[in-house]
């Protein structure tokens, strides 16, 4: 299992679409309690719905502490100064497994085979962990709305689309990555999961 922080990482990567980078995020700062507070974004998430509340105080520890809540599609965590790999295992673990909304729907850009440098083509898939996705609508290629990393690789006309393929369907478990296109950061798929 990848490591909190690399899993945290994977988590901004597979919410950043161009958009949602620029106007929502992920922060963390120290109390003077101490501890640590974490302000997590939902908005434009699949957790952007999410009713959460939690507590926890050791009465035995004054430092083992945490509480976690959502207000205003924002989760905010605080916790004692040792508690930051159990708030973040409980994002990562119970949260997000348990708490995505299945309806809604991350763009990500498949790989096309037939055309180097890559040729991607939009589907959609819903969050199942902070970086696999299950492929839900798989529209059919559109030369309008393929993704390719520089326009000047473009060596192709609408009529020739029929070279590509790709060998995804519906229900396929994905891992993904951020990916620069010509115009701007894509989702894409890196490998089936």
Known sequence: MADLLTRIQNWYKTNCDGDWEHSYGFSITTLDNPGWTV???????????????????????EQDWFFIKTEKKVL????????????????LDEIISDYSDG????????????HEPIVWTPAKGKMLSECTLELVEIPSVKYSEIKINDLNS??????????????????DLVFT???????GVKLVVRANA
């Open 39 to 61: 302000r997590i974004d939902l908005e434009d998430t699949a957790l952007e719905k999410l009713d959460f509340s939690r507590s926890y105080q050791n009465e035995e520890k």
């Open 103 to 114: 309806n809604f729907l991350y763009e990500i850009y498949l790989p096309m085979q037939g």
């Open 76 to 91: 905010d965590i605080n916790c004692g100064p040792s508690n930051l790999n159990q708030v973040f295992s409980i994002f």
């Open 177 to 183: 990555e951020l990916e620069d296109m010509f115009d």
């Open 154 to 171: 473009i060596d192709f006309t609408e009529d020739e689309m029929h070279i590509f393929s790709h060998d995804f369907k519906v229900g």
